[in-house]
């Protein structure tokens, strides 16, 4: 198949699907938890939860990754994401200061797109397997660089000048500030590298080379829930925030 190839690949929205019923249901026992203090859900910070929220958000950037290669204008899109990541920092700025979101998913995935966008030529003379695994590679040893080192096996320790700590625009590319804390954080590093992951998945994709069964829709139900992730996650909070709040406050 050429690059050309556009057939809906309806698997990646159903699998799109399945991650946003999880965001949901992830975001519904946090506020149970920690913003109305029902009580407390200590199974949520164990470390077998944090393995999932990780391979469950490293999927779903994956995917957005793949997308890359299938839109028609990722500096648009780029943009648009991070406006509505904007908007999110101001309202809990305003409404919700204690889960304050400074560089959220959101921000995240409207940075990252553009980042791609701009670097888009230059990753395409990469061959697919190389990037992809050169992508991995990456994402993993750069995983810990917030804590003060990188590495996969050897834990290689970053020294940083101690300025960068006092600069916020150094916050949302990895590197631990001083005074900043953000509710929902996804730092480009080490996140992007999935991302771009995604983008060489993508290509490969977009030649047509999935088996059969990835173009046929299982579940129109998680398919139609996956076209339509961003405004099921913008919508999803402030549902969930209004409904618990008139079952806990309103007497």
């Keep these: 198949m050429g690059d050309g190839y ?36 200590d199974w949520m910070y164990s470390p077998w939860m944090n393995i999932l929220r990780n391979t469950m958000t490293g999927t779903l950037i994956v995917i957005s990754g793949i997308s890359c290669e299938f839109s028609r204008n990722n500096g648009k899109r780029g943009l648009k994401i991070f406006g509505i990541g904007m908007i999110l920092t101001v309202i809990t700025a305003l409404f919700i200061p204690s889960e304050l ?21 230059i990753l395409a003379k990469v061959p697919i397997l190389p990037g992809i695994i050169g992508s991995i590679y990456l994402y993993f040893s750069t995983y810990h660089l917030y804590e003060g080192y990188i590495g996969i096996i050897a834990k290689i320790p970053v020294t940083l000048p101690e300025q960068i700590k006092n600069y916020k625009i150094f916050y949302p590319i990895g590197f ?13 590093i080490p996140w992007i590298f999935l991302l771009f992951a995604g983008t060489f998945l993508g290509r490969y994709i977009r030649r047509g080379n999935l088996p059969a069964i990835a173009y046929k829709e299982h579940s129109k139900s998680l398919s139609v829930i996956g076209r339509h992730t961003l405004f099921i996650y913008l919508i999803h909070q402030p549902l969930i925030y209004g409904i618990l709040y008139i079952l806990y406050n309103i007497k």
């Design 176 to 188: 631990p500030v001083e005074g900043v804390y953000s509710a929902d954080y996804y730092p480009l």
């Design 6 to 41: 556009k057939k809906r690949v309806h698997l990646i929205d159903e699998i799109r699907g399945i991650l946003i019923i999880y965001v949901v249901l992830y975001h519904l026992l946090y506020d149970v938890s920690q913003i109305f203090w029902v009580g407390s859900i």
């Design 101 to 121: 979101i400074v560089f959220g998913i959101l921000h995240f995935f409207g940075i990252s797109i553009l980042i791609y966008t701009l670097l888009r030529y």
